[in-house]
């Protein structure tokens, strides 16, 4: 588990290897690898991925999920967001019922798992205390995803996992997309119909966070991830 997940597109492949050696955020980086040589108990013979964690899937994907950032003993773990902790466990049950994935776990980077017609990626790339990135933090990043916004030029959809991941979406609108319609506050299913900075039609589609926080508390349920992907899929098939 030496590399980086590989998508078969060169210009996404040299994104990916940027994010990795990424040395804009010292501080996420030292506590990232401080995480990686503590490690949690159950973790304890894992080897850490512990670097900025790249976004995967399809790259020809009309949906682009973007979440918060990696988990300290989940995506900081395994290398791949999503992957190895309870909040992966819930999404990619999620993806799979809705077909946008082959299996329902996410393990591992060498698990089997493979997206179709989605891409996944975060607000911030390394794993930040608490799961609170700063401003700032998320500025350095915010480059990031204006670039594989621009690669995926499939995209249609893009769900937002949580209100930072929706901020930082809107952020990004802002600066240098339109909106088509006013945006929507943050909620689960809210909708706004966006054009991207290179004048692409999508729609942003809000989403709770599938964190514990939520799904043991009930804020987020099974039946109201599932709608999520649901909508996704008519917005596709407009």
């Known amino acids: 588990m030496e590399n980086p997940p590989s998508v078969p597109s060169g210009s996404l492949t040299a994104l990916e290897r940027r994010v990795v050696a990424c040395r804009r955020c010292p501080e996420l980086r030292a506590y990232c690898a401080q995480i990686g040589a503590t490690k949690k108990r159950a973790y304890k013979d894992h080897t850490y991925w512990a670097r900025p964690v790249p976004g995967w ?8 999920l973007v979440g918060l950032a990696p988990g300290a003993h989940g995506s900081n773990r395994t290398g791949r967001p999503f992957t190895g902790d309870a909040s992966g466990e819930w999404l ?3 993806l799979h019922r809705a ?21 996944i990626t975060a607000a911030v790339r390394c794993a930040p205390p608490d799961n609170k ?4 933090q998320r ?8 670039e594989e916004l621009a690669l995926l030029e499939a995209v249609r959809v893009i769900v937002t996992l949580g209100k930072l991941a929706d901020d930082t979406v809107h952020l990004v609108i802002r600066r240098s997309g339109a909106y088509r319609a006013r945006r929507a506050a943050f909620a689960h299913l809210a909708e706004t119909p966006v054009e991207l900075p290179d004048g692409r039609s999508a729609t942003v589609l809000a989403s709770y966070h599938p964190s514990r926080q939520n799904t043991n508390t009930g804020t987020l349920t099974e039946p109201m991830l599932a709608a999520v992907f649901e909508r996704a899929r008519t917005l596709l098939a407009d």
């Open 57 to 64: 899937g399809d790259p020809r994907a009309r949906l682009l």
């Open 92 to 94: 990619y049950r999620a």
């Open 139 to 146: 500025a350095h990043c915010l480059p990031y995803l204006v």
């Open 133 to 136: 990135p700063t401003p700032g």
């Open 99 to 119: 077909g946008f994935a082959n299996h329902p776990r996410a393990v591992d980077r060498d698990d089997g798992l493979e997206l179709h017609d989605a891409f």
